[in-house]
């Protein structure tokens, strides 16, 4: 839906600005933190449980007995919204590319590109997070690897809406 709005307002209203555009959906964004204090200043919205805080989970093996204790760090809204502030340009630059793309290529076609990104999610997980690749996952990436090339063939003959310049 997003793709399509982003498509009509590049070719109906002749709007060539994906960086403006980009901005525009970005700051939206900044509504949200607001109203949800609002909402639980007011209580209308249950607390997300994002004080820190430190828990110790048990370990149990196959037949329920304890075998090991370790403590899991929780992190806090404090935490999050420094690792929003850290991702939050990287996540401009992805729209503004993607908005870019989008004026320029049909609807499908941008869907597809940017449906890889489970493509370089997985392998950036693998080498940067020490994330292990096991064949579940890896089938679950080919299975969305196969329906981007079921959609992509689907476009090629006429299913898709095209770009116009």
């Known amino acids: 839906g997003a793709a399509v709005l982003k498509q009509m307002i590049f070719q109906d209203f002749n709007f060539d600005k994906p960086l403006m555009l980009s901005y525009v959906c970005n700051a939206c964004y900044i509504f949200h933190c607001p109203i949800y204090l609002l909402g639980r ?3 209308w919205q249950p607390a997300l449980g994002w004080e820190s805080r430190t828990e110790e989970e048990i370990l149990r093996n196959d037949h329920g007995q ?9 992190s806090g809204l404090r935490e999050a919204m420094v690792a929003g502030l850290a991702i939050a340009p990287i996540w401009f630059l992805a729209q503004w590319t993607y908005n ?3 004026a320029y290529t049909s609807v499908t076609s941008s869907t597809v590109i940017s449906s890889t990104s489970v493509v370089w999610t997985f392998v950036s997980a693998v ?3 020490g994330e292990k690749a096991r064949k579940s996952k890896a089938l679950g990436v080919t299975f969305c690897l196969v329906g981007n090339v ?9 299913g898709g809406s095209q770009a116009t310049s």
């Open 127 to 129: 080498l940067f997070t």
């Open 66 to 74: 304890e075998r090991d204790r370790k403590v899991v760090h929780i």
């Open 150 to 158: 079921l959609t992509q063939v689907g476009d090629s003959k006429g």
């Open 100 to 102: 870019s793309g989008v």
């Open 41 to 43: 200043c007011c209580g």
